[in-house]
């Protein structure tokens, strides 16, 4: 399949999702009403939740409606916008909010692709199809909308601008990453080590940085899911990185293992209808199962590649 072909598929299933039902997720909804909160309640999100206004019609599809809001700044600042523009009215702002996120699922693959074809150039097809056809992405990026692509989608933009030494621009995106969700801050120590080899000119193993921004995203995602418990969408903040290793076993075997098992963490829902329990532990085991999985295929192929 030629990269033409590649895009062209991309695209097509992009449009197509952008007009989809977030069916398995209630995020979107509360991404809204945290705007409106601001575009007709006048109010502040951080301060005041959905619960602080319960005769509003929307409050019907949400969930997590006691929660203050928990992202960044820049978030609010890129979905108020959308508010005022859809006038309130539901069905307009909802395929606002769709469209945006979208997109910034294509700039992610967009710049997945760019920064491969400086760091590695013949697997820039490999690493954007691990990436932009896998099914978790889809699922997360377009069908359910969780902003994470949008945190994403600014910090690999960042990267990009980095590898081309345009520092200026390059934190700013940063900045607007880290303010988008927070969890882009974990690999600062990255970037800033990319920062002192460009200034001390030393050579630099862009596949070693990518791994360690891979290994150093994992940490947030713990965090997250010590304080409730681990979602499928938060692979969303390591697969762009591990896409662009994506062609190592020690990178490719995990990504597909414990992506493919995150899917088939919808299944209990789609069968009980809710995420009562049982249902939290036995995500928590076939989560902990594709982790353990991964880690014996991955060791097992190194032994067999040291075996050869």
């Not at 395929?95 to 945006?100: A, D, G, M, R, V």
């Not at 418990?229 to 762009?240: A, G, K």
């Given at each position: ?33 945290d ?24 409050l ?6 006691h ?20 006038l ?6 909802f ?6 996120i ?24 490999f ?97 997250a899911?010590f304080?409730t ?12 990185f ?9 990178a ?29 532990l ?10 353990i ?15 050869k």
């Open positions: 399949m030629g990269k033409k072909e590649l895009w062209s598929i991309i695209i097509l299933v992009t449009v197509i999702l952008a007009f989809s039902y977030n069916a398995f997720s209630y995020d979107l909804f509360n991404y809204i009403f705007a409106k909160i601001v575009t007709h309640y006048f109010q502040n999100p951080y301060l005041h939740k959905a619960l602080d206004y319960p005769g509003d019609p929307m019907s599809f949400m969930h997590w409606t929660r203050l809001y928990p992202y960044g700044p820049v978030w609010i600042g890129l979905t108020i916008p959308m508010s005022f523009i859809g309130q009215f539901f069905l307009p702002t395929f606002l909010f769709k469209i945006f979208s997109a910034c699922f294509l700039g992610t693959v967009y710049f997945i692709g760019k920064i491969l074809q400086k760091s590695e150039p013949k697997n820039e097809l690493g954007i199809a691990f990436f932009a056809l896998n099914p978790l992405v889809i699922v997360e990026s377009l069908v359910s909308a969780h902003n994470d692509i949008v945190m994403m989608f600014f910090g690999l933009w960042a990267v990009y601008l980095l590898m081309n030494m345009r520092y200026v621009r390059s934190i700013i995106l940063f900045a607007l990453s880290v303010g988008v969700k927070f969890a882009t801050a974990a690999i600062f120590p990255v970037y800033a080590l990319i920062f002192y080899l460009q200034k001390k000119k030393e050579s630099i193993n862009w596949q070693l940085m990518f791994v360690f921004m891979a290994i150093f995203m994992i940490v947030p995602i713990i965090l899911s304080r418990s681990f979602q499928p969408w938060y692979l969303l903040d390591i697969l762009p591990i896409a662009l290793v994506s062609t190592d076993y020690f490719f075997i995990p990504g597909v293992v414990v992506s493919l098992f995150a899917v088939f963490e919808y299944l209990p829902f789609l069968y009980t209808g809710n995420w009562d329990n049982p249902i939290p036995i995500l928590f085991w076939m989560t902990a199962c594709s982790i999985l991964s880690l014996l295929l991955t060791a097992g192929w190194y032994v067999k590649k040291m075996i």
